[in-house]
């Protein structure tokens, strides 16, 4: 019953006599150390011992741990019908969600991933977690850059979703003139860090098409050619039409 508790819900248990009391907290420590050392290693599979309420933590906290940094959250959740099992796995999953967000703000705020996760690279778990949801957001953001006409299909409130669609709204905030119209659009920390990195970084090549146009109308297309998304070439000639019109 502590193996139970020590991951998952406290139930209202009675504990009679000092027997009852001791074997209580044995088994709670014995899964609460199996899910520490989760997250110090989750790939340490000898650990994974279904025999012991230790082992069983333990592969439910690494089982989840190691779904959120291969983009598969809730696959293993059932994989043992045990609830030292389970327990440890629904607190590791959202635990992993949270290590993943936090990487995937981290990208929108301009972190050095490496730089990052040496402030934490005793806990193996959230190294990895930390990695995913940065990458995923390094890549969405990419995506917007590319094309950032497809939100509706980037509802699902992944990281990836969340970041594409800051970063989406914010590009083309400029070029409907309407800044800052979605910023809030969702609460995610992830969202918002990619729409403010999309809105500074379109920002500049709008700034950059104006002076263009008043100081050396020439050199439009070059400068255009010199952009490798599209988003880079819609706000200079956001910038560059707006400055022409006066």
């Known amino acids: 019953d502590g ?24 088994g709670f420590n014995d899964a609460t150390n199996g899910y520490a050392e989760a997250q110090g290693n989750p790939d340490d599979k000898s650990r994974a011992d279904q025999t012991t309420n230790a082992g069983l933590a333990y592969a439910g906290a690494s089982a989840a741990f190691n ?27 959202s635990e992993g969600k949270a290590n993943a967000n936090q990487g995937a703000t981290a990208f929108g705020q301009g972190h050095t991933l490496s730089d990052d ?5 005793s806990s193996g778990a959230k190294v990895k977690d930390y990695t995913k949801g940065y990458n995923d957001a390094q890549t969405a953001f990419a995506a917007a850059q590319s094309d950032a006409s497809q939100i509706d299909q980037h509802k699902s409130e992944s990281d990836f979703d969340e970041v594409y669609s800051g970063a989406a709204n914010a590009f083309n905030d400029i070029s409907n003139h309407t800044i800052g119209q979605h910023r809030n659009a969702s609460s995610n920390p992830a969202y918002v860090a990619a729409y403010d990195k999309a809105l500074t970084s379109g920002q500049s090549n709008t700034q950059d098409g104006a002076l263009t146009y008043l100081t050396d109308i020439q050199d439009y297309d070059k400068k255009m050619d010199s952009f490798t998304t599209q988003a880079e070439k819609n706000s200079f000639a956001t910038g560059f039409n707006d400055a022409k019109k006066g």
């Not at 598969?72 to 999953?93: C, M, R, W």
């Not at 996760?117 to 690279?121: D, M, P, S, W």
């Open 67 to 93: 779904d959120v940094a291969e983009g598969k959250p809730g696959e293993h959740a059932q994989t043992i019908a045990d609830f030292v099992y389970q327990n440890a796995y629904s607190k590791a999953l």
């Open 3 to 26: 193996a139970i508790d020590a991951n998952g819900p406290k139930q209202g248990r009675q504990l009679n006599t000092n027997v009852d009391k001791q074997a209580y907290q044995v």
């Open 117 to 121: 996760t040496k402030q934490f690279a």
